[in-house]
């Protein structure tokens, strides 16, 4: 057993977390960047860090991805980051040239309190930063909140660094993707091209984070959301903020600045949460919904409907972030599943409080927990087993384990692709998310049932 | 084994010149003292700067001190509960990330490598402090658990805010009665994961090994340091070592246990693979305990075999040496025969490897076996002696962030100091040509003109690739896609993408095969569509 040492007596926990279903504000800021055309990610602290999120993002995506850092020593944590951020500023211009440097903060910086906008203001008098580029940041303390929340605190930089209001509209609606995969990106900017309404889509790493191989290597491909598109995001009719918990503060801050409306939506997983998507979009820029989409959402419920005897009554464990977990278990129910137990490693009050209105209807208890890790997951699994786990990579030594299939879901996942081509927001996502459950539960009706009882059609 | 070398190198010094070109004047002058030409086999290194500071923007390819230490030393052990102390991303990240393999097969074995434990401190944490946390996290895994060791792992902000790791380390020891230990690796210490190595290994000497007296029974008793076991090397060295009649006291740290290091100092001879990341255990081992190192490599048949041959020889055993040439004799034939079948398809090519504080050095004997050429190569993390050899030791000046990592003053153990080999046993084998505490470095073995630059970083690896059109590049997974993106292979080093084992005989046969698949691959002759082979416009008639 890999997990040998996970008792199934569950004993409470104050101070220990044992496999997080979380990780650290910083990653979400790279993710976000990332997302702008032109920006090279910047992470104000020592260079482990920088070292550790491009690691990851790389085995995630399997794509190159830069960042630069301020590579703080000993000297630089005690008497301040400021000429290694300085220097950093030089140095990248010089050798990358980039439009953007988008710096976030780590623990270290955020302790000793490093100012990193009156830093940015001194390399623009010092002439650091060429004419006409940028450098924007946000503050993401690793001991604040989770990858989520600093993915939050990107986009809510970059919208505070770079939207102005020329006080003309322009006719667009902003779109808050939330932290989901470069292909959801793409599919989110396909349904807004479908019902023909002009969209900023920001960040958007879809090109950057599953790019070509083409024989150049370009470290700024012509794709992410461009500098001027996020400057007009306040002459914008409204914004979408999909995910609340990755997008409604830039969202929040579009409103509060420049009395853009924002609409708080869940992600757009699953048939009902894209019904919705689809709706806000209609009335938020004044047009009907296309024949196309109509077609897409009766192909989803199509499938729902002819596959419902494989999906009804079986039990599923999800671990991962709160806007994804949220979208996740409402599409489950929808099918007929028992959403049994639900971890994220996020915190915020509101996500235990609403997976319990969700499942109200379900007529049994639920376990939810907020901040949870998939330690205790795992207790809850060999207390009442499931039939299906949707998580991220981390889960496969559970479903080994406990011999339970698994579709990948979230993030990172290091040991699988597809999730950076093929989406799960929107109704094809949703067909897709079907189509691999069904896959992982017929696998295994397949492996287990008897020879009298081994089905050709299914 | 003579590698083809006809056609001439690219001059080094253009090279350099290309390279630095674009710097800020001042990050120029740092980066071009970290950049020499190789002077040719068995001819004098020159001078390079290296454990030097990053500069900051660069993109460079290092970690940090946590990564050295818990990451690397630490975390291929299995049955130690290691906390991280700190924010959650350093524990998240360090999660079984580095494919250190290991055998916990054996009935009530105890693994913990599979867990990530964290006490993922909060704004709360930071503004009032961490030990109580800490000490309750403790007493939470010990509950749960009941380990024989605890140890605990400061990142960044712990250093800070002067949480004492140590005196809660003593403190839960008492009350839990096992032995519960701290490392200061945090991550702004030292300029690299070399700083880290260091502190991994004061903790290993300070709190585990030599307290525990009762070692395996064996005739020839090593320890193999700095040895991983990623992808599972550490199983090919162990399976040639038994093959050999050599009992394995230790491996620091591939296929671990708490209990093997505490009863290392019962061996007879200390073999170190990575000398970067190990040295510091190996030389205090020798002064508190009296037993002798030298270094080893298991990377490549020829050197695999020469290195085998050097523990038979500090062992002067006939009964040994007839067997290590037995055991030699009677894996070659299968390397030999797979080198031959697939060195034509390699012959003449070249490689790159910038990569850890050995590993570059190491590999190139793998590739020079399939007649391959390296042209240019560094390290991540190493010092100069790794470069050029330990004679330079005594001329390496101690800067500000060396001078922070502590240096263990160490001294002969009044009860288990026995010399291995007396002054006459050590001339009579230096005589026979058997060298101790002998690294000679990587440039010596070198070809001549062969670039050497220390922390390559993004800027420099893209003109390297553009001016050299190498055939396969060498590094970690931060700059795996980007040289595919390039149209070129890329194999990682650090953890081998999905390979391995690569040490040893059967490791070498696995990476023949590798990198012929590598460099023979047919993805990147796809590149071209056929349209853009022959762009010709075609037109129809109107009428068509």
Known sequence: ?458 | MTIKTEKPLLSAEAVKKDLLAKYPAKAGRRRAQQMVAAPGPGREAPEIVSNARTLPGVITMRGCTYAGCKGVVLGPTRDIVNITHGPIGCGFYSWLTRRNQTDASADGAENYMTYCFSTDMQDNDIVFGGEKKLKAAIREACALFKPKAVSIFATCPVGLIGDDIHSVAREMSEETGINVFGFSCEGYKGVSQSAGHHIANNGLFKNIIGINDNGPDGKFKINMLGEYNIGGDAFEIERLLEKCGITLVAAFSGNSTYDKFAASHTADLNCVMCHRSINYVAEMMDTKFGIPWCKVNFIGAAATAKSLRKIAAYFEDAELAKRVEEVIAAEMPSVEKVQAEVRPRCEGKTAMLFVGGSRAHHYQELFKEIGMRCVAAGYEFAHRDDYEGRAVLPSIKVDADSRNIEELHVTPDPHRHQPRKSPEDKERLAAAGFSFKDYEGMIPDMEAGALVIDDLNEHEAGRLIALYKPDIFCAGIKEKYGAHKRGLPMKQLHSYDSGGPYAGFAGAVNFYREIDRLVNSNVFGLIPAPWQESPELYAHFAWD
């Not at chain 1, 926990?13 to 504000?25: D, G, M, S, Y």
């Not at chain 1, 949220?326 to 996020?346: D, K, R, W």
């Not at chain 1, 809850?380 to 991220?392: A, Q, R, S």
Request: aromatic letters at 6%.
């Open chain 1, 1 to 458: 057993m890999l997990l040998r040492h996970t008792p199934k007596e569950i004993t409470g926990r104050e101070a220990l977390v044992i496999n997080p279903a979380k990780t650290c504000q910083p990653i979400g800021a790279m993710v976000a960047a990332l997302g702008i055309e032109g920006c090279l990610p910047h992470s104000h602290g020592s260079q482990g860090c920088c070292a550790y999120h491009r690691s990851t993002l790389s085995r995630h995506y399997k794509e190159p991805v830069m960042a630069a850092t301020s590579s703080f020593t000993e000297g630089a944590s005690v008497f301040g980051g400021q000429a290694n951020l300085l220097a950093a500023i030089q140095t990248i211009f010089a050798l990358y040239n980039p439009e953007v440097i988008a710096v976030h903060t780590t623990c270290l910086s955020e302790t000793i309190g490093d100012d990193v906008p009156q830093i940015a203001e001194k390399a623009r008098q010092e002439g650091k930063v060429p004419p006409g580029k940028h450098v924007i940041n946000a503050s993401t303390p690793s001991y604040v909140g989770s990858h989520v929340t600093g993915f939050s605190n990107m986009c809510l930089g970059i919208v505070k660094n770079l939207a102005v209001k020329t006080g003309k509209r322009n006719g667009k609606i902003n779109i808050i993707p939330g932290f989901t995969e470069p292909s959801d990106m793409e599919e989110i900017k396909r349904i807004c091209a479908m019902m023909k309404v002009p969209v900023i889509l920001f960040p958007d790493t879809s090109g950057v984070l599953n790019g070509p191989l083409t024989g150049k290597y370009l470290m700024f491909p012509k794709a992410g959301t461009p500098v001027e598109e996020l400057k007009a995001t306040g002459d914008s009719r409204a914004t979408l903020a999909l995910g609340e918990w990755a997008s409604a503060d830039a969202a929040k801050y579009l409103d509060s600045a420049f009395k853009v409306p924002p609409v708080i939506l869940d992600l757009p997983i699953g048939l009902s949460a894209t019904d919705r998507f689809v709706d806000a979009l209609r009335k938020a820029a004044g047009v009907t919904v296309p024949a196309s989409v109509e077609f897409e959402r009766g192909q989803l419920l199509d499938v729902m409907a002819d596959m419902h005897p494989y999906l009804y009554g079986k039990k599923v464990a999800i671990a991962g972030d709160p806007d994804q977990v949220t979208a996740l278990a409402e599409f489950f129910l929808v099918l007929g599943m028992l959403p049994v137990h639900i971890v994220t490693g996020t915190p915020g009050k509101r996500f235990e409080e609403r997976i319990h209105k969700m499942t109200g209807t379900m007529g049994r208890p639920v376990n939810v927990k907020c901040p949870g890790d998939m330690f205790l997951l795992h207790q809850w699994i060999k207390n009442e087993p499931v039939d299906l786990l949707v998580g991220n990579t981390y889960l496969k030594y559970i479903a080994r384990d406990e011999d339970i299939p698994l579709v990948r879901h979230g993030f990172p996942i290091l040991d699988r692709i597809g999730h950076s081509y093929f989406p799960t927001v929107g109704y094809k996502g949703g067909l897709r998310l079907i189509e691999k459950i069904l896959t992982a539960l017929m696998d295994r009706q397949d492996r287990d049932s008897t020879e009298t009882g081994f089905e050709l059609v299914m």
